[in-house]
């Protein structure tokens, strides 16, 4: 285990593989070409570019655009993307 100091709290014990982790970023995704536009949550390292593919509930999508969201928002940007 290894002990981290959250910001103004006490000592939080986390796994040692938690070292190397990388923050993930909340989104919200809206596949396209579906019978009605589905929309979805995912976590991410980043935002994703137009032509990465994600993996949703419905199989791979091809990202064709991502916005990001006002501030304050739960999610840190909208994702909509087209099954592959």
Known sequence: MVVAESRGARAVERP???RGAR???RFV???EGL???EIE???LPRLPVEG???STN???CVVTRTELVPEGSQYEGRIV???N
């Open 58 to 60: 419905y199989g791979l």
């Open 52 to 54: 990465d593919t994600i």
């Open 41 to 43: 949550e995912i976590e």
């Open 81 to 83: 993307c087209r099954l």
């Open 23 to 25: 923050r993930l970023h």
């Open 35 to 37: 019978p009605l536009d």
């Open 16 to 18: 040692v593989a938690y």
């Open 29 to 31: 995704v809206t596949v």
